[in-house]
């Protein structure tokens, strides 16, 4: 018989989980192969940045591996696809600074060379992040590892492209974008970081150009885009500025004249009420200047200098160089009035760290209303459903107010435009490689366009995309049908609109489908003081530091168990504790089990939960298998509704609360009793047998501990998982409800003794006397371990006799003896304030009924709930003034 030597005396997940991980890998567990008599269950995970560590953001991958070790054992060919995404401006902005710490300038060495420069890099530090991802234990086919790169990705997203251009949705226009002086690229929005700073109002004089002795003030909070200047506006109504539409002023020091307008635009209240209107550099004033149609001055180079429309002696200087120099001029000449401290929100590049211009420029945009439109009508047909469902608000306002998509970037890094223009005739050709000559010229000489593609216009195809979808060979077809669409995406809910609208609107596009049929957004994890964690404010931990010192599956289920649909999660790494003690309690379960398998010459590796019956003639069997079976009920809830903390949260109420608490002790006395061994033997199959069942349903959240311990109690399973054995499923037939019920009258008796044991300090070794009316038929065999349980001697149809604290407990009256244990005058004065708060409870809910308006417009059920709180209060008035007169 195996002694079970690996059980020591605590779980020690630094011995198990590199093993195990090993184990896992070696024997390619989670490679997806198609099955015709499978269904298929496909996750895309969301791909990480080559450039990222891991973070918190990255724990929440512990959700699909949930969903995908939960389906694989519930049948399904699950199929989780990994991958990581090239991450254009910020892996540019890594490579351009390693090359200028060697001494090399980007623009130098030319685009070939430095993309070779960039492809190095991504092999020696891309990698990090999946090697990182490995240490949550995930369960990836790693087979399938694609980078947004790879040429046959990289193959889809140019097809994508030259349709989109050739369906007529792809095209170019001169507009103000988000600009990055440090990349000197175009950004996305989702890349802007509002950040609030204290900065400065600079009112500045504007002489009135037919009047000299006349000038208005103007407040401005970027003086130096007054070089740009092509209006200044007044509010229609503001009289003060009335007699002055229409005419103009003069720019200072460049001394140009513009017109003063009158747009709602402008805020009377704010500042001096009127703003100087600058259409190339403000979004708000490009869209003045569209409706005035006042044109555009460009005063910028893309590296945020002042260019050539600016007087001489400021061209070439930095922004905030030329901010010094200009008021000082304007100072020196006085037409600087004063300036003022100013409170404002400041758009900081995220990958240039720097504030962001709002700068002209000549972009590749996608029209963005179809797309939109087949999106809205994936969420409205109830084909695609948003968790939590408030999203759905949010999604229908920006796709009904969606504005055209800006795909280029002024970047090497990335998927350049298969765009390419002929050098003759200057004809646009957009093919899937360079055409030969012009289609309509017959130049041979075409110049391909220098930018790349936004990062989301890649990843918006990775649903698809990953089975080679521009030009698959037999069996990536087949596997295109079978993997696709998938079934749910996990993702933050700050990428919404960058990127699961847009994979929905690429996957109806292009495959005419929707990519998955649930999107779960994951909450926001703050630090324990509420702030949003983050690389800047330092309060982010050292994830792989956390999951060494507690544990993976610690980690994982602490993780988790605070995850509550549309709320936030506030952690501190203190908060693994409750996953690290859970995971020890599992453990010792285990080696209570196999000491006493041991002992009665029973092999577990024998004992399967297949083989669990439920046993109706035996109370305590019947309600444990009633329990269980229950709760398998709920975790399948639970899992389908996407529920998670649920899970876990039933997860550790059976285990802990019901296994461990009170049928391990329980069955104590059973396996113990040498006059009916068979009795003993019967009952530690079954615990075995639910043990088996509960190994399966932990295994998803804790894949290593439920591993570790079904390896060493089937040692012949070499070469096997527990993640291919079967889930237990819900089954009405194995649930007792009579007897859950029963047994927890049970508990509900002995935990009230327990709790008046605890509130008076009395001893837990000294013997208690409990008093109840009921008759001792209603608890029948169970007296005996109801005694054991709570360290008490029961006496039924019986008063209270003498000092006693009552309890009312699923209508039964207990009372507790605390003669000789308690001092009787505290316990008056305690009495005495309980009275007085049940008293004035009671009084509460009688004037309620005796309201004739509440009765009249209130439900059934609050009426109801009402009736029954207050028939509570008066018995437990009744028992606490029968506790004061025995005083």
Sequence with gaps: MTEFDAFGKAFDPAQTESKLRDYWKKNNFYKSVRNPNKKPYTITMPPPNVTGDLTMGHMMFTLQDILIRWHRAK??????????????????????????????????????????????????????????????????????????????????????????????????????????????????????????????????????????????????????????????????????????????????????????????????????????????????????????????????????????????????????????????????????????????????????????????????????????????????????????????????????????????????????????????????????????QCEKCGNKVLQQEDDVLDTWASSWLWTFAVHNWAHPNSEEKKDLTYYYPTEVIVTAADIIFFWIARMVMAGEYFMGETPFKHCYFTPIVRDSVGRKMSKSLGNSPDVSGVMQKYGTDAMRFSLVNQIVTGQDIFWSDECCDLGKTFANKVWNATRFLTMNAVKLDIDPAQISFDDLKLRSNDTIMGWITSEFFHVVSKTHENIARYEFSQYTSSMYEFVWMIYCDWFVELMKPRISDEANKELARETITLAFQIFDGVLRLLHPIMPFITEEIWQQLNPSRQGKTIGFEKLPEPKTDMIDANSIQYMREVQGVVGAVRTIRGKFNIHPGTDLSVYMRDSHTRFGNLIPQMEALAKAKFYFESEQQGFCAPALINGSEIFVSLEGLVDKSAERDRLLKKIEKVSATITGIERRLSNQEFVKGAPAHILDGAKKQLESNQKELEMLQDSLKAL
């Design 75 to 436: 049948g399904f060919e699950t199929c989780w696809i990994p991958g990581t995404d090239h991450a254009s401006i910020a892996t540019e902005a890594k490579v351009t600074k390693l090359l200028a710490d060697q001494g090399i300038s980007k623009r130098e060495i030319g685009r070939e060379a430095f993309l070779k420069h960039a492809f190095e890099w991504k092999e020696k530090y891309g990698g990090r992040i999946i090697d990182s991802l490995n240490t949550l234990g995930i369960s990836c086919d790693w087979s399938r590892n694609t980078f947004t790169m790879d040429d046959k990705y990289s193959s889809g997203v140019i097809k994508a492209i030259v349709k989109l251009y050739k369906d007529g949705l792809i095209y170019k226009s001169q507009r103000l974008v988000n600009w990055c002086p440090v990349s000197q690229s175009v950004i996305s929005d989702e890349e802007v970081l509002p950040e609030e700073r204290s900065g400065s109002l600079w009112h500045i004089r504007y002489v009135v150009e037919d009047n000299p002795k006349q000038s208005i003030v103007v407040a401005t909070t970027r003086p130096e885009t007054l070089f740009g200047d092509l209006a200044v506006a007044v509010h229609p109504s503001d009289e003060r500025y009335a007699h002055l539409i229409g005419k103009n002023v003069i720019v200072p020091v460049c001394n140009r004249s513009i017109p003063v307008i009158a747009d709602h635009y402008v805020e009377k209240e704010f500042g001096t009420g009127i703003v100087k209107i600058t259409p190339a550099h403000d979004m708000n004033d490009f869209e003045v200047g569209k409706r005035h149609k006042l044109g555009l001055l460009n005063i910028m180079h893309p590296n945020a200098t002042l260019n050539d429309n600016v007087p001489t002696e400021y061209r070439g200087l930095d922004r905030y160089v030329a901010r010094k120099k200009l008021i000082a001029e304007l100072d020196s000449i006085g037409l600087l009035d004063k300036i003022t401290p100013h409170k404002l929100v400041v758009g900081i590049s995220e990958r240039g760290n720097v504030p962001i211009e709002y700068y002209l420029s000549e972009q590749w945009y996608i029209k963005m209303d179809k797309l939109a439109e087949m999106t809205l009508n994936a969420t409205r047909s109830g084909k695609l459903k948003l968790i939590p469902a408030h999203q759905e608000k949010t999604w229908e306002h920006w796709l009904t107010n969606i504005q055209d998509w800006c795909i280029s970037r002024q970047l090497w890094w990335g998927h350049r435009l298969p765009i390419y223009t002929c050098q003759s005739c200057k004809h646009i050709h957009c093919e899937e490689s360079a055409p030969a």
